[in-house]
Nanobody, 124 residues
């Protein structure tokens, strides 16, 4: 059974940083594109970042470029999201997701597996 478990969320002040982790099990992690999405209250889920299985390709939402960095450790079956210069608009539940192909990295419909999410709250 595939499991994706996010951690690292919490409360942070504006301008601060957080590092999210997503530990995967039940799949051959190195064969999957990994993505991060987020959903704020009352809003649709939106794409944050994605990384190809070999870490050669990355893709970011425009509003996250320069502030967020996705990385992965295939030896630890874990993908990370380093978030810097956080602002209150970044408050959301952050989800990691996995899919077998690179395809369209920002398309949530292409992702086969999802974690339960971790809450990130940025105070002003």
């Amino acid at each position: 059974q595939v499991q994706l478990v996010e951690s690292g969320g919490g409360l942070v002040q504006a301008g601060g940083s957080l590092r999210l982790s997503c530990a995967a099990s039940g799949l051959t992690f190195s064969r999957y594109t990994m993505g991060w999405f987020r959903q704020a209250p009352g809003k649709e889920r939106e794409f944050v970042a994605a990384m190809s299985r070999s870490a050669i390709f990355t893709h970011y939402a425009d509003s996250m470029k320069g502030r967020f960095t996705i990385s992965r450790d295939n030896g630890k079956n874990t993908v990370y999201l380093q978030m810097n210069s956080l602002n209150p608009e970044d408050t959301a539940v952050y989800y990691c997701a996995a899919k077998a192909v690179w395809g369209t990295p920002y398309s949530s419909q292409e992702y086969n597996y999802w974690g339960q999410g971790t809450q990130v709250t940025v105070s002003s």
